[in-house]
């Protein structure tokens, strides 16, 4: 299915600048993992040691958070857009 | 849809003449009337920080007549903050920001009671400081302290309007509403510390706040007067450079830690160490990378060494200062380390040597034997060799 992915403003630099990516995926997780086969940096962003996503990152399927989907295994549609939503706290420090 | 957060209105409180034609313009709507106008009166609303976000929120809330603001916090005004911290003037560099804050506002609105608070906000004290207030606005710029305000609202049962930027995104939402979600529901855990950039690689567009806080400032007023519908259980993302505002839902969770069915957040924790330690790589070990201060590299390169000076900003920083140096921006270094010749011996520098540090770091481990890195960056070369240089 051909889905679009929308990067944050601070992963940008780890995935070529762009604001987002097109690619083509069944599946939440063959989604990212396309992307970070793409995008090797992105991957230490995402991902921690142990492969699980990291916890200040939220995944969405257009307005859904995936937790309250299927997760990784949540069924993509064609013209979806997975968004990756970090968390930010702005400005100094 | 009905919010708990409404102020009911005493019946000894009133508008004097001089408040009615002041308030002229929310009086002739009936979505706020003398009803709103004097819940608003009555709201009392706490605006932790008061920067980029705080400085919108503070003017609207000010001008709208809510009968109580208070401000915390405990940073004096710096030259750099008039990018974006509107509420200030250039005659404030150096004032506490409460201070210059509370000036502004009462010259903006006489009739109000302003209270500054000129503290960090810290476990210790937040519950007190929160206790008085209907309504908490975080505008602040950290994660610790968005974890503390989130678990200090939640057990004082007190909204939270939150607002974050990060160069030209913003997120909103309203967390702490009864059945809503709240931070941790979003975000269980911080990102690590240094993982997310710092302000010199980060920036932010000066608007931004100003879009973001004006926000926080409509969702706090819809919540006083009860009007419209609040952003809770909704997170509004904005990118300003497409200006495109897109919303996300965001769900209770019931095994939240602090709002969910079976707490085991009761108290206030350590949010620093929540921070610094939960997140999920140790902190930042200290380099051990050589180092070399600008007094050394001066003296090094006037006596005529062979030293070869890697600069690994990016471009457009290159452009408002550098020291000749070869420029591979750090995210770039893997891909171009090729272009460095590992027989020569180089000293990397970036602003403020954090980055460089890691370039060296990186470079070291890729065989090259002499490369040292530049403390302090091109701001410490301006404050110990050439103070023409200019720091940004």
Redo the contacts between chains.
Sequence with gaps: MPVKVIIPTPLRAYAGKQESVELQANTVGEALASLTNRYGDLKKHLYADDGRLRSFVNIYVNDEDIRYLQKDATQLREGDTVSIVPSIAGGWR | MATKTEIPTQPAVSLSNQEILRYSRHLIMPEVGMEGQLKLKQAKVLCIGT???GAPLGLYLAAAGVGRLGIVDFDNVDLTNLQRQILFSSTDVGRPKTEAAAERLRNLNPDIRIDSYETPLTSENALDLFRDYDIIVDG????PT?YLVNDACILLKKPNVYG??????G?ISIFGYPDGPCYRC??????PAG?????AE?G?LGVL?GIVGAIQAAETLKLIIGKGEPLVGR?L?L?A??MRF??????KNAECPVCGNHPTVTKLIDYAEFCGIRG?EAPARPSTVPEITPRELKARLDRGDDLFVLDVREPHEYQICNLGGYLIPL?DLSRRASELDSSREIVAHCRSGKRSAEAAEFLRKAGFRKVTNLKGGILAWSDEVDSAVPKY
């Design positions: 920067g980029g976000l602040t710029d950290n994660f968005r974050s930027i990060f160069r030209f995104e997120q979003l975000y269980p855990e911080p990102p993982l997310v950039p710092s302000c980060g932010v706040p997170l993302l990118d450079l497409t897109r919303e996300l839902k965001l769900r999920e995210g």
